[in-house]
């Protein structure tokens, strides 16, 4: 269901760093979450359930030096996440790290605190790519998704804006139940737009979005709907708009090798400079994430425990263990495993031969059969998201 490379893909064997063989190479890419304030609510977050405070975030200097650490050991592309990233005032400094290290800037974005001034300030600078999100076309119900009024008028401004700017642009929408009806639009939206992509993801839970499974899950036949709409979608749109489809687990067959694999693709730094090898990595039990600026992200990479808890296949319990696909999908995600079924190490529920499938997709059927409850919104302290100005 996926249409061109995605930026988790793993890389080709040309690029990778032969010297971190045999487990896959260095990283293709670095998720580097600049900080966890936002001015967004979003019910379905995936950031951490304990948000880190603005005061323990890296500075510009820390970020650039862990750009430089990730370029040497193989990464290709930098996503400049969050929370919001554009609420670092140092946004530019930041970038100006990245550009220097070699690695194509991607920009992730709700773009509700953006200026075509700022905007343009950082398309000199060098950033290559804006990924922004939205929460659906129709303004109230975006802006009641989000928590924040105003906000879709908002990103169509900046979809024009990159585009005028010459950067290339992708639209993220996940997908959801209080969303699902208006696909087409969205599709279009994305058109207007001029998007070189659209990622229609469909929700996962774990972290915040746990909270909000009931007020989340559509129904099978709506999901079915989706495959339809994108598969017409991806046909009549050839050569105009990529895209890329995460399906809804609770009604797949298969899972999906989540962030390509554990270890073999992507590094997640955390705003405190926690390094994870996926960004839900902290609701597992037992993992310890290594600071990087204590230890050096080649290190950690390699050798760094919690990188190594599930990398390969040794770890795996059956039936992933003599299964065929293990080294194609290494068993679906650990967090969602964690997050259904209690057991990190556990065949990811997704999967139909996990004996815990037909629950999993039993429980979503009731979840989206029953009225939705009200969305429980993601906020931020305000003591939490306190600057300090650096000593
Ligand atoms: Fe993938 Fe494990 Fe299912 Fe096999 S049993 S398809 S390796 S999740
Ligand atoms: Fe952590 Fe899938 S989100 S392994």
Known sequence: LRDGPSPFSAPPPSLRAQSYEPFAGGPTGLLAELTHRCPLQCPYCSNPIDLERAN???TAKEWGAVFQRAAAIGALQLHLSGGEPTVRKDLEEILAFAVDAGLYTNLITSGVTLTRARLEGLAELGLDHVQLSIQDVEPENADRISHYAGGFEKKRQVAEWTGELGMALTINAPMHRQNIAHLP??????VEAKAQRIEIAHIQYYAWALKNRAALIP???????TVEIVEEAKKRLKGVLNFDFVIHDHYASRPKACTGGWGRSIVVVTPSGKALPCHAAQTLPDLVFDDVRARDLADVWRNGSAFNAFRGTD????PCRSCERREIDFGGCRCQAMAAIGDANATDPACHLSLAHEA????????AQTPAPAFIYRRMSAEASK???PA
């Open 185 to 190: 639009q969205i599709i279009e939206f994305a």
């Open 219 to 225: 129904t099978r036949e709506t999901f079915l709907g």
């Open 387 to 389: 600057e300090t100005e």
């Open 360 to 367: 999993f997709a039993r429980l979503g059927e009731t979840e």
């Open 56 to 58: 323990a975030e890296l």
């Open 315 to 318: 770890w795996m319990q059956e």
